[in-house]
Structure formats: C-alpha cells, structure tokens
C-alpha cells in the first residue's frame, strides 16, 4: 500500500514550511534515509529523509509551495500502486468586502471565482476577525504567502476615513485593476515583511523585554597577553583545521565567573531561580535571515580548540540555515560580538528565559597606565546585561571582575585545570 509521507512536527510551534527544493522526482527509486527534500522554517532549513524503500509516486508541493504541517509532501510506494491525492487545507469561505485603492493588483469583477489563497491558520483567524476576504489581498511573503501585515494593511484601508467604502453595483461590473503604490507623503519607501528569523526574534526580543527587569554593567579588560597568546598559537590550531578567534577563550572566563557566581547561570520560573549546574553557552550569530544563536553544550568539559571547532561548525551551519533545533535550545548563558563589525559598548537584550548576556566591543589599542608607568595595551569593551529580579547588581560586578581577570591573565586557565586534575 502507497505511503504518505506528511511534514512533520518539528516542534517549536512551527505550524508551516516553504518547498526549497526536492531532490528526488516523481518515478525515482529511494531508499530509507535518502534525502527527499529541503523544507524552510521560520527557525532553519531541514532536509528530510525518506522514511522508507520505494519508488516516488507523486509529488504533492512544488517548490516555493508553503506546506502547513501534517500535509502530505510525497506518496511513497511501488508502480501501480493507487496515490490518494493530498486533502486540501480548508479556505474560509469569502465574505462581501470592500477593495481598498492601492491594496490589491487583481481585477474583482461582479462573477469572478475566488484565487487560490495561501495563508496558515493563523492568518486566516485574523482575517476572519477582521472581517477581510483574503482571496482580495495582494500576498507579499514568499512563495504567495499572506502574511499578518498583507491582512492588517488592507483592513487598515478599508476602515480608514475616506477609504473607498462597499463597492457600488455599477462598479462591480466594469473590471479596475488596484495598483500597490508604495510611499508616504515624503516620497517612495520600500515595505519589507517581517517574517522568518527576524520575525521570531522580534518576538523573543519583546518577550524578553516583557519579562525582565533589564539593568546593563559595562566594564573593559585589557587583553594585552590574550592577544599575544591567540596570534601565537593561531598557526598551530590552523594546521589542525580550527580557526582559532577570542571567543572560545571568553567562553572560558565566563565559565569561570558563572561557577563562582551561578546567579547569572540561571532562570526565573514563577516564583523560584533554578541555578543552572551545567554550562550550556550560546553564541549569537550575524546571518543575513537575522540573528541566530547555537548553543554550545557542556562549554566547561571542552578544551579552547574543541570550542573553537564546534562554534565554527555551528556558525556555519546557522549561516546555511542547515542547523538542528537541538542546537538552538538548552542554553543558559549567551555571548553576542558586535566588535568584529565595529563599536564598543551597547545594551545586549537578555536571550530569555536566561538571567544574562555578555556583550562583546572592538578590541582597540589605547594608553594603559600601571605601577605609575604609561603603556599601550589591547583593551576589550564589555557589556554585561542582566535580569535584576535574579542579579543583584553587586554579584554582576563580581562577576564581570572574574572573567576580566581570566581575560587579563589567561595562564590562569592552566591553573585551573590543574585544580580540576586534583579533583
């Protein structure tokens, strides 16, 4: 019997997915675990397996198609075998609603059937509440998606004082065509859709700013001998294949500070702190969909190298949207750099339910006075975030003092260990 394979849940309230491309076709043989297809989510593109032996019998999405989870992608079986045709998502059915001038391309004549509408549940809810046909909007999210902002524009316009009202009979019978004029009154803009990553960060962001009492400490280390030590070893992890940056060894002295300070390794749920007594840290990563950010697990059992390698692993999977969801849960901690770009300090939003984040400036070169004498030394900004409902504002300094000092004076590292190896 013919096998429907459908999009799974993948969890994460992912509800859809867009088709980026098959890499089968209808009539090929595969086999269990063959690649089938690359399917995009707000979070990363997955390619899923077959979960089975057998010949492609029919093909349900083509590419660019947004599939709503639990629809079937392919029908898996052997020739001759009879394909039971996927069941069509439920459109809702249309209601009388005016054409707001500058909202919809479509020509709406008197009998005009309804165009296909692609729109996940969701949107079709707020539609409905807003009481707006979505077979009359012009789509702007990929692949023909109806996006939240398509629905709220257009019944914005409906509703607006002088908008163009219920259409007339008289109108209904002549065909106009609705041009999207894209300006305000200072001249023309550009309208970009927020969706995908920067659609769900924007709502983490707002989630976090909801929810926690944010307080930012800002301090700076000199790293005079961090740099010595990565420049002189930097050939020695390159012929090891890592590229060694100064990240791994933040990693390291903020693993130090969260030990001696595991207010900052935690989370508030109702009214308890769960400390943390594992060392999960994410590093946010600069891709073009948005910030993305793995988390590195057990930070504390791996050497400088083996994080080194592992951040550049994640990194570039993130940038290719190849990155598993494991990967980007169970973090406790988050580390951001905006000092490859540029700047010093800013105010790094907490990656929440986390208590902190450290932020990361440009290392500039700067006059450094000790013991009454003037040097020049490397200097590194730091920006340290934090929940006050968790941290107090004195245990945020200890522990900015901590990794200041593992920054300062990383032969400190070893010093450690050897306590660990005595333990």
Same mark, same amino acid.
């Given at each position: 019997?013919?096998?429907?394979?459908?999009?799974p849940?993948i969890?994460?309230?992912?509800?859809?997915g867009?088709? !980026?491309?098959? #890499?089968?076709?209808? &009539?090929?043989?595969v =086999?269990?675990? /063959?690649?089938? $297809?690359? $399917?995009?989510?707000?979070k990363?593109?997955f390619?899923?397996?077959?979960?089975?032996?057998?010949?492609?019998?029919?093909?349900?999405?083509?590419?660019?198609?947004?599939v709503?989870?639990? /629809?079937?992608?392919?029908?898996?079986?052997?020739?001759?075998? =009879?394909?039971?045709e996927?069941?069509?998502?439920?459109?809702?059915?249309p209601t009388?609603?005016?054409i707001?001038?500058g909202?919809?391309? *479509? $020509?709406?004549?008197?009998?005009?059937?309804?165009?296909?509408v692609?729109?996940?549940?969701a949107?079709?809810?707020?539609?409905? *509440?807003?009481?707006?046909?979505?077979?009359? %909007?012009?789509?702007t999210g #990929?692949?023909?998606?109806?996006?939240?902002?398509?629905?709220?524009?257009?019944? #914005?316009?409906?509703?607006?004082?002088?908008?163009?009202?219920?259409? =007339?009979? *008289?109108?209904?019978e002549?065909?106009?065509?609705?041009? !999207?004029?894209?300006?305000?009154?200072?001249?023309?803009?550009?309208?970009?859709?927020?969706?995908?990553?920067?659609?769900?960060?924007?709502?983490?962001?707002?989630?976090?700013?909801?929810?926690?009492?944010?307080?930012?400490?800002?301090?700076?280390?000199?790293?005079?001998?961090?740099?010595?030590?990565?420049?002189?070893?930097? *050939?020695?992890?390159? =012929?090891?294949?890592? #590229?060694?940056?100064?990240?791994?060894?933040?990693?390291?002295?903020?693993?130090?500070?969260?030990?001696?300070?595991?207010?900052?390794?935690?989370?508030?749920?109702d009214?308890?702190?769960?400390?943390?007594?594992?060392?999960?840290?994410?590093v946010?990563?600069?891709?073009?969909?948005?910030? %993305?950010?793995?988390?590195?697990?057990?930070?504390?059992q791996?050497?400088i190298?083996?994080?080194?390698?592992?951040?550049?692993?994640?990194?570039?999977?993130?940038?290719?949207?190849?990155?598993?969801?494991?990967?980007? /849960?169970?973090?406790?901690?988050?580390?951001?750099?905006? &000092?490859?770009i540029?700047?010093?300090?800013f105010?790094?939003?907490?990656?929440?339910?986390?208590?902190?984040?450290?932020?990361?400036?440009?290392?500039?070169?700067?006059?450094? !006075?000790?013991?009454?004498?003037?040097? %020049?030394?490397?200097?590194?900004?730091?920006s340290?975030?934090?929940?006050?409902?968790?941290?107090?504002?004195?245990?945020?300094?200890?522990?900015?003092?901590?990794?200041?000092?593992?920054?300062e004076?990383?032969?400190?590292?070893?010093?450690?260990?050897?306590? /660990?190896?005595?333990?």
């Amino acid at each position: 019997m013919a096998y429907q394979f459908k999009f799974p849940d993948i969890g994460e309230g992912i509800v859809e997915g867009i088709v !980026v491309g098959w #890499k089968v076709k209808e &009539g090929d043989r595969v =086999k269990t675990d /063959q690649d089938l $297809v690359d $399917v995009e989510t707000e979070k990363a593109i997955f390619t899923l397996p077959s979960p089975r032996e057998g010949v492609i019998l029919k093909i349900h999405f083509k590419e660019g198609d947004t599939v709503p989870v639990g /629809q079937p992608l392919v029908t898996i079986g052997e020739p001759g075998e =009879k394909v039971v045709e996927a069941m069509p998502v439920k459109a809702v059915p249309p209601t009388p609603s005016p054409i707001p001038a500058g909202v919809s391309k *479509e $020509v709406m004549a008197g009998a005009r059937p309804p165009k296909k509408v692609l729109a996940t549940p969701a949107i079709r809810k707020l539609a409905r *509440e807003l009481k707006v046909d979505l077979s009359r %909007i012009e789509s702007t999210g #990929k692949g023909g998606r109806i996006t939240e902002t398509d629905v709220r524009t257009f019944a #914005k316009a409906v509703s607006a004082p002088g908008g163009p009202g219920v259409l =007339k009979a *008289e109108e209904k019978e002549a065909p106009v065509v609705k041009e !999207v004029k894209k300006y305000d009154m200072y001249g023309y803009v550009t309208r970009i859709p927020l969706k995908g990553v920067k659609k769900v960060t924007a709502k983490r962001i707002r989630t976090a700013l909801d929810n926690a009492a944010h307080v930012t400490h800002h301090d700076e280390a000199d790293v005079t001998h961090l740099v010595e030590i990565r420049e002189r070893h930097k *050939e020695y992890a390159t =012929k090891r294949g890592v #590229k060694l940056t100064y990240i791994p060894f933040v990693i390291k002295a903020v693993i130090e500070g969260l030990k001696d300070h595991p207010y900052l390794n935690a989370t508030l749920e109702d009214e308890e702190i769960v400390l943390k007594k594992y060392f999960n840290i994410g590093v946010a990563v600069d891709t073009p969909d948005g910030i %993305i950010v793995p988390v590195v697990k057990g930070a504390d059992q791996k050497t400088i190298l083996e994080l080194a390698r592992e951040i550049e692993a994640l990194a570039r999977k993130a940038l290719e949207r190849k990155i598993d969801l494991a990967d980007l /849960q169970g973090g406790s901690f988050t580390i951001t750099n905006i &000092g490859m770009i540029g700047g010093t300090y800013f105010t790094p939003i907490i990656n929440y339910p986390e208590a902190a984040i450290l932020g990361l400036g440009r290392i500039t070169e700067r006059p450094v !006075v000790k013991n009454g004498n003037i040097n %020049i030394g490397k200097i590194l900004p730091l920006s340290l975030s934090y929940d006050h409902r968790v941290v107090d504002g004195a245990d945020a300094a200890r522990f900015m003092n901590t990794v200041k000092e593992h920054l300062e004076d990383p032969d400190l590292f070893l010093v450690e260990l050897g306590r /660990q190896t005595e333990h």
